[in-house]
Structure formats: structure tokens, C-alpha cells
């Protein structure tokens, strides 16, 4: 038998023991967070699938207000930054490059833009890669009626738009993304958004572009130039 004081004792020891480890298990998941969150890098790149195009995944970043935050700088200050890199565009959301796939997601993903009381004039613009299943009419039509069912007081707007929705087709998957000031940033272009109103003007657009784009086939990205040319459309 043992006596009070001996229980205590022994009470004491079994709490220590508790104590220790609880700490060791605290520890242990203190370091497993840590070495998680190490990994979870800001910025990360993604293999995209297609050349000439890559992916930086964004941790716990807007991607939309991070490039516009980029293109809105560059317009002001029209300091050129990159040298190699021509056009940035945020991707929000993805889901499988087929219609059906493409309907139901969109149905859902545009209505912060769209859906009543939001409203706003939107224009589309596609683009696919490695895939020729798509039809660029069918979506263009089927995903401005998806916006229009939103809300009928979305209006669409070729020249000044207020929202333009990104569409880019890699393969299978479709990226997208709703952006603001797309013409006014120069369709996102980070060689052109640099360039000054006076320098349009003094200077034919059509052979600004080509010799950008030579520059850019030649010296930095490598596109092709059927690439090039799909991209001044």
C-alpha cells in the first residue's frame, strides 16, 4: 500500500509525464506546419503544357488585382520592366475545355461580375492552344448568353468595355478570368502598355506591332509566328 505522500508523488510524476509529452506533440505538429507552409511558396511556378506559356500560382494573392496592379504602374510610370515576358493575363478559375463543362462551371463563376444588381458592358476574347475541338463562335455565343441571363442590363462592348472575360484554352482545360482596363492596358501587353500616347500617334500601330513582335521572336520568347500573328487578332 502506499501512503498519501507516496501518491502524491506518484500523481505528480504521471502529470509530469502528461506535460512532457503533450509538449513533444505540440512540438512535433509546430514543425510539420512549418515545413508545410515552406513549401506553400507565394509564388510558385506551374508546367503549363504549351510553349511559350507559363503558370505562377499565386498563394493567398488576388491574381486579377495583382496584374492589374502591375499593368497600372507600368502605364503610369511607362517605365518597361520585362524584357521578356509580352503579355500577363490572371487566371481565376479553371475547369475541363469542354462546353458543357464550360456552361455549368461559368454559370456560377461569373456572377460577381454579372449577376443582378451587378451589371457592366463585357466583351470576350479567346484563345486556344494544343486544342482544336473547341469552336471559338460556339463559346464566344454560348458564354455572352450565360452573361446575359445574368443580368439582361450586361450590354456588350467591342471598343470600351468594362469587363473583358479571358478566355484561354491549353489542351483540355480552360482557363478564365474577368479583367478590368483590357484595351485601355493594351489587351495586357507588357511590351505596349509602356509606350506613350505621343509615340502612337507619330508612329503607324500595324508596323509598331510587327517590329515588336520581331524583336520578341527573334531575341526573347521564341513564338512562332503564326502564334504572333493569332495574338494581333
Known sequence: KFSDHEERLSGSDREEDEDDVEAALKKEVGQIRASTEQKLRRFQSVESGANNVVFIRTQGIEPENLVHH??????????????????????????????????KYTETFFEPWFKAPNKGTFQIVYKARNNSHMSREEVIKELAGIVGSLN???KVDLNNPQYTVVVEIIKTICCLSVVRDYVLFRKYNLQE??????????????????????????????KSSKEVEEENK
Open 70 to 103: 502591375i499593368l497600372k504602374d507600368m502605364h503610369t510610370t511607362k517605365k518597361k520592366k520585362t524584357r521578356v515576358i509580352l503579355r500577363m493575363l490572371p487566371i481565376s478559375g479553371t475547369c475541363k475545355a469542354f462546353m458543357e463543362d464550360m456552361k
Open 152 to 154: 439582361p442590363e450586361n
Open 193 to 222: 502598355v509602356v509606350k506613350s500616347n505621343k509615340e502612337d500617334t507619330q508612329q503607324n500601330p500595324s508596323s509598331v506591332t510587327e517590329e515588336q513582335n520581331s524583336e520578341v521572336v527573334k531575341g526573347e520568347t521564341e
